[in-house]
């Protein structure tokens, strides 16, 4: 079982529609999750942390569930600038030297067309 | 305040050819962390270093490969007697101290192509 799943999609959304991906991970030592974006050829960044309690940054909700080991991520009125492959990162925080590695899922296409 | 840098952007080489990533972190940064994205596949992790130190290289493997982090200097990923397999594109990244939410900075990338 890979450490950090995602449904790959591709995801193609009409502007202005609400999308939702999804994320599980295997590691319950997992202390620190992430979305990145990345886009064609280019390096990952950092889209948002996710916080237990859920966060929202503008158009951007994150959500947590610990319990299931299940991570979220809901884009509201989508721009044609969304389009991307967007990755699931979970950091284990055990302590020790596995503390600062990011792992990876295999990231969701999404396609925004007009 | 210039983010990551990486050079070369893109490395041909043939097989058997030595290889050479060059990683320059952030200012102020002294964590480096390599990852590799292979063609259709999602990055991995290969090596975290300090500053003259490797802390983790449980993601690199055995043979070929070594990374260093010297106290002056950009951090170098080497690749020995590259092999078609090693083409993909190498990331680095940085983040100024150990910590659960310390966001990590990615440069680039270098794009290897191995013939």
């Known amino acids: 079982r890979k450490e950090v799943e995602q449904d790959p999609g591709p995801f193609n959304v009409p502007e202005g529609a609400t999308v939702a991906f999804n994320c599980t991970y295997s590691?319950?030592?997992?202390?620190?999750f992430f979305w990145y974006r990345q886009d064609c050829r280019k390096e990952p960044k950092l889209l948002m942390s996710?916080?237990?309690s859920g966060n929202e940054d503008g158009r951007f909700t994150a959500q947590l569930n610990r319990a299931s080991q299940y991570i979220s991520l809901l884009i509201r009125d989508s721009k044609l600038s969304d389009s991307a492959t967007y990755l699931c990162?979970?950091?284990?925080?055990?302590?020790?030297?596995?503390?600062?590695?990011?792992?990876f899922g295999q990231g969701t296409i999404l396609t925004v067309h007009p | 305040n210039a983010g990551v840098m990486q050079n070369p952007r893109h490395l041909v080489r043939r097989r058997g050819q030595e290889a050479r990533l060059r990683c320059s972190p952030m200012?102020?940064?002294?964590?480096v962390y390599w990852y590799r994205q292979l063609p259709e596949e999602g990055l991995k992790f290969m090596v975290y270093?300090?500053?003259?130190?490797?802390?983790?290289e449980s993601g690199m493997p055995k043979e070929r490969f070594s990374a260093e982090f010297p106290k002056e200097g950009p951090s170098i990923l080497r690749i020995q007697q590259v092999v078609r397999g090693d083409s993909a594109a190498y990331f680095c990244?940085?983040?100024?101290?150990?910590?659960?939410?310390?966001?990590?900075?990615f440069g680039p990338g270098t794009r290897l192509l191995v013939l």
């Open positions: 990244a940085s983040s100024p101290q150990l910590a659960a939410q310390e966001t990590q900075y």
């Open positions: 590691n319950s030592a997992s202390q620190s």
């Open positions: 996710v916080y237990s």
């Open positions: 990162v979970v950091k284990v925080g055990a302590g020790g030297t596995s503390y600062g590695k990011l792992t």
């Open positions: 200012k102020g940064h002294s964590h």
């Open positions: 270093l300090q500053k003259e130190n490797i802390i983790d």
